[in-house]
């Protein structure tokens, strides 16, 4: 396999930029001076070399800044090594220091307007002074051989690179390609909701109804519904003794006006998060382009730069809609945590529960008498650290069943709790915490977040949905009330209050990182298995959605059969690549359809 170094030139004049490749031997050394070209032309030169090398692997600083320009000249790359993404991962996993001023590099923040219409042009001006094509081979060089000297690790962590930068080029890919949007639908959805459309900052004509209905029923007439600190004081007004205005917390107070209450928060989240406003920023045409973050989250999970890439909520998936002559082939990985857990584990008997069956089915016939939510609510306890409740009590018989998978769960909270770090299957490695109880961030109080913090409404006690909201920043492995530790922007907690609690807390962290970090991998390697699957068995179909463990692909009806085999064939595939010949099914179900809504 060759390696290609492709680079900007510094110093040259925006107006004619140019750009160099540049062959590279094994060890990440060049072979020659390379060819020399205006930017206009690199594309050619590389499309030329893809032809002739079948086996090229494209070195650049970052695939955001790289690859955009290649794909709008209609020039697709098989791999990549991405020296970003490869930098932030060896950074505390092996013997290695990044090059000073080198990657990995932060998009810079743009409003959602510039972010809609923006193409991060190959070398353009949003990476002023990129660093020269000698020093972005001596970082390759450097990588390749604390790669190297890491002997074993070092092979799983190249794996792992190698799923990061191909993850990369798939970002890209779907950016450029777009989810498929209907406009038409999204606003008639939209006016069934709300109303008719307003001007921006006005209260469409539900909200303003609902807003009256609350103001009679709590007896404040100026109530403002959207300000968390008076809806609190018209709730404790009303005798009521609201704790938050989260959902879970409202959902436990009896009165006329909750149920109003619960109705107004779900449409306003609906116009904030997916409305009018939304719509105009983010769907050009006949699609959205959402902007993804590979390894965006500590645990090796996407996140994304704005526009909610990381969902699509139920209220307005009937407007994603394939193009005439096109269906939606959508792909959700089952169970796919516990799963891995049982892989990583080799607890036999948890790999027997997930074998051809429903998982939590069979741990609840086996252990908890039949009852499957008992068996689920017990299996994500233990997962993400569960220590009161319901998850707490069953966790003993768990345990008794599943030895090994709990043993390697308790193993790395007790590791977190010490303050050391856990790795995944393949060796991404757990930040290091602050010392505990020596931070000095906005933790979560005993009241949970303050103002403000109304996002986490998804995830919290009582709540089904248990996940990690990337996009949001949130972690899973924080659930629960009392957490003395708050989310940090890329996931992992950042500690503030008691130190034995903040250790805690940062043991239900490392805890699920071991599990939610391998699952992201096996994700990561299903989507770069299934690229070059569709490419030759399916080249008309796209993959241009991905959420942690879900894939929908845009297909011609001719395609959708055989995209469905590909989808299938590339989970498998991610299976063995990842652990081996194991006795774990990673089964996938698929949903073929016009619409989101009904392939789900």
């Keep these: 396999m060759t390696a290609y170094l492709l680079a900007p030139l510094a110093g040259e004049a925006l107006a004619q930029p140019r750009g160099v490749v540049v062959p590279l031997d094994a060890t990440g050394r060049p072979t020659g001076p390379g060819t020399q070209a205006p930017r206009a032309e690199l594309a050619s030169v590389v499309a030329g070399i893809e032809a002739a090398d079948p086996a090229a692997r494209w070195v650049w600083e970052d695939s955001r800044f790289a690859y955009p320009e290649l794909l709008e000249a209609g020039v697709e790359v098989r791999r990549c090594h991405d020296l970003g993404l490869t930098a932030l991962l060896l950074h505390g996993a092996v013997d290695y220091v990044p090059t000073p001023g080198l990657p990995p590099r932060k998009l810079p923040e743009l409003p959602a307007e510039a972010l809609a219409?923006?193409?991060?042009?190959?070398?353009?001006?949003?990476?002023?002074?990129?660093?020269?094509?000698?020093?972005?081979?001596?970082?390759?060089?450097?990588?390749?051989?604390?790669?190297?000297?890491?002997?074993?690790?070092?092979?799983?962590?190249?794996?792992?690179?190698?799923?990061?930068?191909?993850?990369?080029?798939?970002?890209?890919?779907?950016?450029?390609?777009?989810?498929?949007?209907?406009?038409?639908?999204?606003?008639?959805?939209?006016?069934?909701?709300?109303?008719?459309?307003?001007?921006?900052?006005?209260?469409?004509?539900?909200?303003?109804?609902?807003?009256?209905?609350?103001?009679?029923?709590?007896?404040?007439?100026?109530?403002?519904?959207?300000?968390?600190?008076?809806?609190?004081?018209?709730?404790?007004?009303?005798?009521?003794?609201?704790?938050?205005?989260?959902?879970?917390?409202?959902?436990?107070?009896?009165?006329?006006?909750?149920?109003?209450?619960?109705?107004?928060?779900?449409?306003?989240?609906?116009?904030?998060?997916?409305?009018?406003?939304?719509?105009?920023?983010?769907?050009?045409?006949?699609?959205?382009?959402?902007?993804?973050?590979?390894?965006?989250?500590?645990?090796?999970?996407?996140?994304?730069?704005?526009?909610?890439?990381?969902?699509?909520?139920?209220?307005?998936?009937?407007?994603?809609?394939?193009?005439?002559?096109?269906?939606?082939?959508?792909?959700?990985?089952?169970?796919?945590?516990?799963?891995?857990?049982?892989?990583?584990?080799?607890?036999?008997?948890?790999?027997?529960?997930?074998?051809?069956?429903?998982?939590?089915?069979?741990?609840?016939?086996?252990?908890?008498?039949?009852?499957?939510?008992?068996?689920?609510?017990?299996?994500?306890?233990?997962m993400y650290g569960g220590t009161t409740g319901p998850s707490a009590a069953m966790a003993p018989r768990l345990a008794a069943a599943y030895p090994r998978a709990t043993a390697l769960l308790e193993e790395a909270a007790r590791t977190g709790e010490r303050g050391g770090t856990v790795h995944t299957w393949l060796g991404r490695t757990s930040p290091r915490p602050a010392p505990f109880g020596g931070g000095t961030g906005s933790g979560f109080g005993p009241d949970g977040p303050g103002p403000g913090d109304e996002a986490p409404d998804a995830v919290g006690p009582g709540s089904r949905d248990t996940g990690m909201q990337a996009n949001a920043g949130g972690s899973g492995a924080l659930g629960g009330q009392g957490n003395s530790l708050s989310p940090s922007q890329d996931g992992a907690p950042r500690a503030a209050g008691d130190p034995a609690a903040a250790a805690r807390a940062w043991g239900r962290f490392t805890r699920n990182f071991v599990v939610q970090?391998?699952?992201?991998?096996?994700?990561?390697?299903?989507?770069?298995?299934?690229?070059?699957?569709?490419?030759?068995?399916?080249?008309?179909?796209?993959?241009?959605?991905?959420?942690?463990?879900?894939?929908?692909?845009?297909?011609?009806?001719?395609?959708?059969?055989?995209?469905?085999?590909?989808?299938?064939?590339?989970?498998?595939?991610?299976?063995?690549?990842?652990?081996?010949?194991?006795?774990?099914?990673?089964?996938?179900?698929?949903?073929?359809?016009?619409?989101?809504?009904t392939a789900k």
Excluded at 154 to 173: F, K, N, P, Q
Excluded at 530 to 557: K, Y
């Design 117 to 382: 219409t923006e193409q991060d042009a190959l070398f353009s001006a949003l990476t002023p002074d990129p660093p020269t094509p000698q020093a972005l081979a001596e970082e390759y060089a450097a990588q390749l051989e604390a790669l190297a000297s890491a002997g074993a690790r070092g092979r799983t962590l190249h794996l792992l690179a190698s799923l990061d930068s191909a993850g990369s080029l798939i970002a890209e890919e779907m950016r450029r390609d777009g989810v498929p949007w209907d406009r038409a639908e999204h606003e008639r959805l939209l006016a069934e909701r709300l109303g008719p459309r307003v001007p921006h900052g006005a209260r469409p004509a539900k909200l303003a109804d609902l807003t009256e209905v609350l103001q009679d029923l709590l007896d404040a007439p100026r109530l403002n519904p959207d300000s968390q600190p008076e809806l609190l004081r018209a709730l404790r007004g009303a005798g009521l003794d609201a704790r938050s205005t989260r959902r879970w917390d409202l959902e436990e107070l009896h009165h006329p006006a909750i149920e109003p209450l619960l109705r107004y928060k779900k449409l306003q989240r609906l116009l904030t998060a997916n409305g009018w406003a939304w719509l105009d920023a983010w769907v050009r045409g006949t699609r959205f382009h959402p902007e993804y973050v590979v390894a965006g989250v500590v645990t090796g999970r996407w996140a994304s730069q704005g526009g909610g890439a990381m969902q699509i909520p139920h209220d307005v998936r009937s407007a994603v809609r394939a193009d005439p002559g096109h269906v939606l082939v959508v792909a959700d990985a089952s169970q796919l945590e516990p799963r891995v857990l049982a892989a990583m584990s080799a607890d036999h008997a948890l790999a027997e529960a997930a074998r051809g069956r429903d998982l939590y089915q069979s741990i609840a016939d086996k252990v908890f008498g039949g009852d499957r939510e008992m068996a689920k609510v017990a299996m994500l306890g233990a």
């Design 517 to 597: 970090g391998t699952a992201a991998e096996w994700a990561e390697c299903w989507m770069a298995d299934l690229r070059s699957r569709l490419r030759a068995t399916a080249p008309g179909s796209r993959q241009v959605f991905f959420l942690h463990d879900e894939i929908m692909v845009h297909a011609p009806e001719s395609e959708a059969v055989d995209v469905e085999i590909a989808l299938r064939a590339a989970a498998d595939g991610a299976a063995r690549l990842i652990f081996g010949d194991i006795p774990v099914d990673f089964p996938i179900s698929v949903g073929i359809a016009r619409d989101y809504a």
